[in-house]
């Protein structure tokens, strides 16, 4: 295989298979948010959109995900079960997203997916330009801005992704770890609002507890 085949294969893989994750993971999000816009912004106005305090001060477990991949979170996070489209099948082994959207907004999720061979390179960047993109369809928003950073946790290189965003009159910070190692890719994404503390600290923690083992 050629790498411009490769790079073919990967993007066709990861176009049509983040796409489905994140536009699942966002589109669901932001879904919940049309069905009941007007009540959150009353309640972005009095205060009810904040991380609740008790989700910073309670014990939180540390959870073990594809085998050698672990984080620590205040709440159990639910397997999606998403199906893997057909027309990717012959690149992917296996694909699970843990997901979990708290009542005041923030919503947190993991993607693993160990692929077959024949996908090539697995692509960092690439994989954190589709998680930008489907921001974008899945959201009207406006002043998109973000930084990319490398980061290592146990010797494995990743990328992240942090920014914020407007929608409407709500301002978001949303956070993306990427992580590949051989064939898995791992990512770790929040969203929440901008004003919500608590978030932002449940944010850091949950990315400085990940560690992957060799």
């Known amino acids: 295989m050629t790498k411009t085949q490769t790079y073919s294969n990967y993007k066709l893989v990861i176009g049509g298979l983040l796409a489905i994750i994140v536009i699942y993971i966002i589109g669901n999000y932001a879904g919940n948010k049309i069905s009941d ?16 305090d008790n989700l910073i001060k309670k014990e939180w477990l540390r959870v073990v995900y594809g085998g050698n991949f672990s984080i620590k979170t205040p709440v159990s996070l639910t397997n999606s079960n998403i199906a893997i489209p057909n027309n990717i099948k012959d690149y992917i082994d296996t694909l699970n997203v843990f997901e979990i959207r708290l009542k ?33 369809k899945s959201y009207d928003l406006t002043n998109l801005k973000y930084t990319y ?9 990743g990328q992240l992704l942090k920014g914020t965003f407007k929608e409407e009159i709500i301002n978001y910070k949303f956070v993306n770890a990427s992580f590949v190692s051989g064939l898995n890719l791992w990512q770790v994404m929040l969203i929440y609002s901008a004003d919500d503390k608590n978030g932002q ?10 560690k992957i083992q060799s």
Request: charged content about 25%.
């Open 37 to 52: 816009h007007s009540e959150e912004i009353i309640g972005r106005a009095i205060g009810q959109r904040n991380t609740p």
């Open 104 to 136: 005041n907004g923030l919503e947190f999720a993991i993607t693993l997916i160990k692929y077959k061979p024949a996908i090539g390179e697995i692509d960092l960047q690439g994989a954190s330009n589709i998680i930008l993109e489907n921001l974008k």
């Open 149 to 157: 950073d490398s980061i290592f946790v146990d010797n494995t290189e």
């Open 201 to 210: 600290k449940l944010a850091d923690r949950v990315i400085s507890s990940i």
